[in-house]
Protein backbone atom coordinates (compact mmCIF):
# COMPACT_ATOMS: atom_id res chain seq x y z
CA UNK A 1 0.00 0.00 0.00
CA UNK A 2 1.88 2.74 -1.33
CA UNK A 3 -0.54 5.99 -0.36
CA UNK A 4 -0.09 8.61 -2.42
CA UNK A 5 2.66 8.62 -4.88
CA UNK A 6 4.22 12.10 -6.99
CA UNK A 7 6.04 11.94 -9.93
CA UNK A 8 8.45 13.65 -10.44
CA UNK A 9 10.22 14.25 -7.26
CA UNK A 10 12.05 17.15 -8.53
CA UNK A 11 12.40 19.56 -12.20
CA UNK A 12 13.72 22.54 -13.56
CA UNK A 13 11.97 24.06 -16.50
CA UNK A 14 12.60 26.78 -18.68
CA UNK A 15 10.13 29.46 -19.20
CA UNK A 16 7.36 28.66 -21.96
CA UNK A 17 8.37 24.89 -21.35
CA UNK A 18 5.47 22.47 -20.88
CA UNK A 19 5.37 19.45 -18.41
CA UNK A 20 3.25 17.16 -16.93
CA UNK A 21 3.28 15.87 -12.72
CA UNK A 22 1.58 12.57 -12.27
CA UNK A 23 0.05 11.66 -8.92
CA UNK A 24 -1.42 8.12 -7.89
CA UNK A 25 -3.43 6.79 -5.09
CA UNK A 26 -3.38 3.19 -4.47
CA UNK A 27 -6.61 4.14 -1.73
CA UNK A 28 -9.97 3.91 -4.04
CA UNK A 29 -10.53 7.05 -3.12
CA UNK A 30 -13.18 9.51 -5.19
CA UNK A 31 -11.61 12.89 -4.13
CA UNK A 32 -7.90 13.90 -5.65
CA UNK A 33 -6.57 17.73 -5.20
CA UNK A 34 -3.93 19.23 -6.26
CA UNK A 35 -2.26 22.09 -4.00
CA UNK A 36 1.04 24.22 -4.36
CA UNK A 37 3.06 25.47 -1.40
CA UNK A 38 5.07 28.96 -1.56
CA UNK A 39 6.66 30.43 1.44
CA UNK A 40 4.32 32.06 4.02
CA UNK A 41 1.67 31.35 1.32
CA UNK A 42 0.30 27.81 3.07
CA UNK A 43 -1.46 25.43 0.73
CA UNK A 44 -3.46 27.50 -2.39
CA UNK A 45 -5.66 24.70 -3.88
CA UNK A 46 -4.95 25.01 -7.45
CA UNK A 47 -7.92 21.88 -9.10
CA UNK A 48 -9.60 19.42 -7.66
CA UNK A 49 -11.33 16.21 -8.58
CA UNK A 50 -14.72 14.32 -7.08
CA UNK A 51 -14.14 11.31 -9.34
CA UNK A 52 -13.09 9.85 -12.16
CA UNK A 53 -13.96 12.25 -15.47
CA UNK A 54 -14.48 15.22 -13.13
CA UNK A 55 -12.49 18.16 -12.59
CA UNK A 56 -13.02 21.66 -11.46
CA UNK A 57 -10.94 24.77 -10.10
CA UNK A 58 -9.78 26.00 -6.86
CA UNK A 59 -8.48 28.99 -5.80
CA UNK A 60 -5.61 29.88 -8.13
CA UNK A 61 -6.45 27.40 -11.48
CA UNK A 62 -4.64 29.93 -14.14
CA UNK A 63 -1.63 28.55 -16.21
CA UNK A 64 -2.99 25.07 -15.04
CA UNK A 65 -4.59 21.68 -16.57
CA UNK A 66 -5.68 18.71 -15.18
CA UNK A 67 -7.60 15.43 -16.43
CA UNK A 68 -8.92 12.60 -14.22
CA UNK A 69 -9.18 9.47 -17.11
CA UNK A 70 -8.41 6.98 -14.34
CA UNK A 71 -10.12 7.43 -10.93
CA UNK A 72 -6.69 6.33 -9.55
CA UNK A 73 -4.58 8.50 -11.33
CA UNK A 74 -4.61 12.58 -11.22
CA UNK A 75 -2.50 14.80 -13.83
CA UNK A 76 -1.45 18.35 -13.39
CA UNK A 77 -0.17 19.90 -16.95
CA UNK A 78 1.53 23.29 -16.96
CA UNK A 79 1.32 24.22 -20.72
CA UNK A 80 3.38 27.47 -20.65
CA UNK A 81 6.07 27.53 -17.73
CA UNK A 82 6.53 31.01 -16.07
CA UNK A 83 8.77 31.67 -12.97
CA UNK A 84 5.78 32.49 -11.05
CA UNK A 85 4.74 28.90 -11.28
CA UNK A 86 8.24 28.17 -9.30
CA UNK A 87 6.94 26.04 -6.29
CA UNK A 88 6.24 22.44 -4.60
CA UNK A 89 3.23 20.88 -5.68
CA UNK A 90 1.32 18.41 -3.53
CA UNK A 91 -1.53 15.62 -4.25
CA UNK A 92 -3.63 14.76 -2.03
CA UNK A 93 -6.53 12.26 -2.18
CA UNK A 94 -9.79 11.59 0.28
CA UNK A 95 -12.31 9.24 0.75
CA UNK A 96 -15.28 11.58 1.59
CA UNK A 97 -14.18 15.25 1.01
CA UNK A 98 -14.24 17.55 3.42
CA UNK A 99 -15.65 14.89 5.96
CA UNK A 100 -12.74 12.82 6.00
CA UNK A 101 -8.77 13.10 6.05
CA UNK A 102 -6.82 14.14 3.03
CA UNK A 103 -3.85 11.89 2.50
CA UNK A 104 -0.60 13.76 0.50
CA UNK A 105 1.55 12.82 -1.51
CA UNK A 106 5.57 13.43 -0.74
CA UNK A 107 5.66 16.86 -3.15
CA UNK A 108 6.85 18.01 -6.22
CA UNK A 109 9.37 20.96 -6.07
CA UNK A 110 9.47 22.31 -9.47
CA UNK A 111 11.84 25.60 -10.52
CA UNK A 112 10.68 27.59 -13.73
CA UNK A 113 13.73 29.41 -14.95
CA UNK B 1 -11.54 32.73 1.73
CA UNK B 2 -8.56 31.59 4.03
CA UNK B 3 -9.16 31.46 6.97
CA UNK B 4 -6.73 33.08 10.06
CA UNK B 5 -4.32 31.60 12.20
CA UNK B 6 -2.81 32.66 14.97
CA UNK B 7 -0.57 32.91 16.56
CA UNK B 8 2.12 32.85 13.46
CA UNK B 9 5.05 31.58 15.35
CA UNK B 10 5.41 30.11 18.72
CA UNK B 11 8.18 29.01 20.51
CA UNK B 12 8.44 26.42 23.56
CA UNK B 13 10.48 24.61 25.51
CA UNK B 14 10.27 21.25 26.06
CA UNK B 15 7.03 20.45 28.46
CA UNK B 16 4.80 23.05 27.60
CA UNK B 17 2.24 23.78 26.32
CA UNK B 18 0.38 25.83 23.21
CA UNK B 19 -3.20 26.49 21.65
CA UNK B 20 -3.33 27.37 18.02
CA UNK B 21 -6.28 28.91 16.82
CA UNK B 22 -8.06 29.27 13.64
CA UNK B 23 -11.16 31.49 12.68
CA UNK B 24 -13.05 32.25 9.27
CA UNK B 25 -15.45 34.56 8.24
CA UNK B 26 -18.04 31.83 6.67
CA UNK B 27 -20.17 29.75 8.20
CA UNK B 28 -18.13 26.10 9.01
CA UNK B 29 -18.93 22.42 8.55
CA UNK B 30 -15.55 21.07 9.18
CA UNK B 31 -11.96 22.02 10.57
CA UNK B 32 -8.95 19.78 9.72
CA UNK B 33 -5.65 20.31 11.68
CA UNK B 34 -2.32 19.23 9.83
CA UNK B 35 1.53 19.10 10.80
CA UNK B 36 3.77 19.46 8.31
CA UNK B 37 7.73 19.19 9.12
CA UNK B 38 10.16 20.62 6.85
CA UNK B 39 11.02 19.35 3.37
CA UNK B 40 8.10 16.84 3.99
CA UNK B 41 4.51 16.46 3.19
CA UNK B 42 1.58 17.45 5.54
CA UNK B 43 0.09 15.11 7.72
CA UNK B 44 -3.74 14.40 9.14
CA UNK B 45 -4.13 15.29 12.62
CA UNK B 46 -7.77 15.78 13.36
CA UNK B 47 -11.02 16.85 11.94
CA UNK B 48 -13.72 18.65 13.48
CA UNK B 49 -17.29 18.28 12.43
CA UNK B 50 -20.41 20.51 12.89
CA UNK B 51 -22.46 18.89 15.46
CA UNK B 52 -19.55 17.49 17.29
CA UNK B 53 -18.05 14.71 16.03
CA UNK B 54 -14.35 14.38 15.85
CA UNK B 55 -12.02 11.76 14.35
CA UNK B 56 -8.36 11.95 15.07
CA UNK B 57 -5.43 11.39 16.97
CA UNK B 58 -5.63 10.50 20.43
CA UNK B 59 -3.07 12.68 21.74
CA UNK B 60 -4.41 15.40 19.86
CA UNK B 61 -7.39 17.61 21.02
CA UNK B 62 -8.91 20.62 19.43
CA UNK B 63 -12.49 22.53 20.18
CA UNK B 64 -14.74 23.84 17.23
CA UNK B 65 -16.39 26.41 18.12
CA UNK B 66 -19.67 26.78 15.48
CA UNK B 67 -21.42 29.94 16.03
CA UNK B 68 -17.93 31.77 16.84
CA UNK B 69 -16.49 29.63 13.21
CA UNK B 70 -13.37 28.89 15.41
CA UNK B 71 -11.27 26.00 16.43
CA UNK B 72 -8.66 25.67 18.16
CA UNK B 73 -5.52 22.72 18.93
CA UNK B 74 -4.67 22.43 22.06
CA UNK B 75 -0.97 20.82 22.41
CA UNK B 76 0.09 19.72 25.93
CA UNK B 77 3.01 18.68 27.51
CA UNK B 78 5.09 19.40 24.20
CA UNK B 79 7.77 17.24 22.73
CA UNK B 80 10.39 17.87 20.48
CA UNK B 81 8.62 15.84 18.15
CA UNK B 82 5.70 18.12 17.77
CA UNK B 83 7.85 20.89 15.88
CA UNK B 84 6.71 21.78 12.78
CA UNK B 85 4.32 24.33 10.99
CA UNK B 86 0.40 23.44 11.71
CA UNK B 87 -2.39 24.17 9.11
CA UNK B 88 -6.29 23.92 9.82
CA UNK B 89 -8.26 23.57 6.85
CA UNK B 90 -11.81 25.06 6.76
CA UNK B 91 -14.82 23.35 4.80
CA UNK B 92 -17.71 25.38 4.10
CA UNK B 93 -21.70 24.30 3.82
CA UNK B 94 -23.67 24.26 1.26
CA UNK B 95 -21.84 20.89 -0.16
CA UNK B 96 -18.80 22.38 -0.75
CA UNK B 97 -16.15 19.62 -1.52
CA UNK B 98 -13.18 21.53 -1.11
CA UNK B 99 -10.75 22.96 1.69
CA UNK B 100 -9.37 26.23 2.23
CA UNK B 101 -6.00 26.03 4.15
CA UNK B 102 -4.51 29.21 6.57
CA UNK B 103 -1.42 30.34 5.86
CA UNK B 104 0.24 28.26 9.09
CA UNK B 105 1.59 28.30 12.86
CA UNK B 106 5.37 27.39 12.94
CA UNK B 107 6.16 25.70 16.07
CA UNK B 108 9.13 24.72 17.92
CA UNK B 109 10.31 22.83 20.82
CA UNK B 110 13.38 23.12 22.36
CA UNK B 111 15.16 21.06 24.94
Known amino acids: NAGVTQTPKFRVLKTGQSMTLLCAQD?????MYWYRQDPGMGLRLIHYSVGEGTTAKGEVPDGYNVSRLKKQNFLLGLESAAPSQTSVYFC????????????FGPGTRLTVL | QQPVQSPQAVILREGEDAVINCSSS?????VHWYRQKHGEAPVFLMILLKGGEQKGHEKISASFNEKKQQSSLYLTASQLSYSGTYFC????????????FGKGTKLTVNP
Open chain 1, 92 to 103: ASSSLGPSSEQF
Open chain 2, 89 to 100: GTGGQGGSEKLV
Open chain 1, 27 to 31: MNHEY
Open chain 2, 26 to 30: KALYS
